[in-house]
């Protein structure tokens, strides 16, 4: 008895449908007077706590943070990031005009969490050991 074999082949691509992910970003201005307390590179200095820019609820934890700093800055400085009054992240050190990112964790827990910033000086241009001031801008990319 003679048969036949007939081989059934399926090809096919599954399509699986993505929603985009929606990004929101915060943007503020920053402006700080760091004089008056005793000479530190740090601002706000360290015996102050850090000053807060943002509260976010996040669905993921990662956050992007982008410093811009003032065309008019005459030294270096750096941005640093936390996260409910905890240490999250640091810039590199940036001059005039520089721009720097850093990626911080952020719980994604449905509850609210407060960033603060603290600026880091350094000792260059007009900075002979104190930072007198800082400006520039910070924006935050999260999903909501």
Known sequence: MLGTLIAISAVGSATAKTTPVRHKTITTTMLAICTGQAPSQLCPRITSPPTPFASITVERPSVKVTYVTSKQHCSQVRLIVYVDGKRA????????????????KVPADGHAHALAYRAEGFVGGC???QLISVGGQIAVRYVP
């Open 89 to 104: 992240g640091r810039t590199g050190a940036l001059g005039p005009g520089g721009r720097g990112s850093v990626t911080i």
């Open 127 to 129: 900075n002979a050991g």
